[in-house]
């Protein structure tokens, strides 16, 4: 079955620095990847996704990129905010019905 | 529009016994999946379920069942509880069965003692 490796398992900046976390996966059948935000005691929260048709994507601050090839993806964040500090999960699916497959998740913390 | 709600928040449930969590979908969504999130991991899949039926598994023993209603809500079902059980249970649902666009609920908090 499809192995998802995240690294790191945590990650600590200063206020206003970038953040890169990645991830790669096994399958590679899968072409739909998000990443999920999860606070402490929260609910994960679908922060950006790809589609494998796509090699990067933008959102404001948060950008992820894509190498099919290489069977990797990673979550760039940059001018972090203490705000940002959560676990973040990467994830890959689109090969089996309802099937996301997690990473292991990557502790970020922004220190002010 | 109405988000996923989960219910109960918390549950203290004894080895051997059995549980029933209920997930209420997002309203426009017609598929749920289950996830089960043990302390320091990510979620792992238990199942999902599309109209009405399961249409997909993950790696968990037949002691994991659940069902959809027509309005789309969901229930887990877990028999004989073991200590391992112990996790967050999160329902999630979405309007396409791969996976697309989750959203998850708050989650249950299950404590097998």
């Known amino acids: 079955g499809e192995n998802v490796e995240q690294h790191p398992s945590t990650l600590s900046v200063q206020e206003g620095d970038s953040a890169v976390i990645k991830c790669t996966y096994s399958d590679s059948a899968s072409n739909y990847f998000p990443w999920y935000k999860q606070e402490l005691g929260k609910r994960p929260q679908l922060i950006i996704d790809i589609r494998s048709n796509v090699g990067e994507k933008k959102d404001q601050r948060i950008a992820v990129t894509l190498n099919k090839t290489a069977k990797h993806f990673s979550l760039h964040i940059t001018e972090t905010q203490p705000e940002d500090s959560a676990v973040y999960f990467c994830?890959?699916?689109?090969?089996?019905?309802?099937?996301?497959?997690f990473g292991q998740g990557t502790i970020l913390t922004v220190h002010p | 529009e109405t988000g996923v709600t989960q219910s109960p928040t918390h549950l203290i449930k004894t080895r051997g016994q059995q549980v029933t969590l209920r997930c209420s979908s997002q309203?426009?969504?017609?598929?749920v999946s289950w996830y089960q999130q043990a302390l320091g991991q990510g979620p792992q899949f238990i199942f999902q379920?599309?109209?009405?039926?399961?249409?997909g598994r993950g790696n968990f023993p037949p002691r994991f069942s659940g069902l959809q209603f027509p309005n789309y809500s969901s229930e887990l079902n877990v028999n004989a509880l073991e200590l391992d059980d112990s996790a967050l249970y999160l329902c999630a649902s979405s309007l396409a069965g791969f996976g697309y666009g989750y959203t998850f609920g708050s989650g249950t908090r299950l404590t097998v003692v």
């Open positions: 309203s426009g969504h017609n598929t």
């Open positions: 379920y599309y109209r009405e039926e399961e249409n």
């Open positions: 994830a890959t699916g689109g090969t089996s019905y309802g099937k996301l497959t």
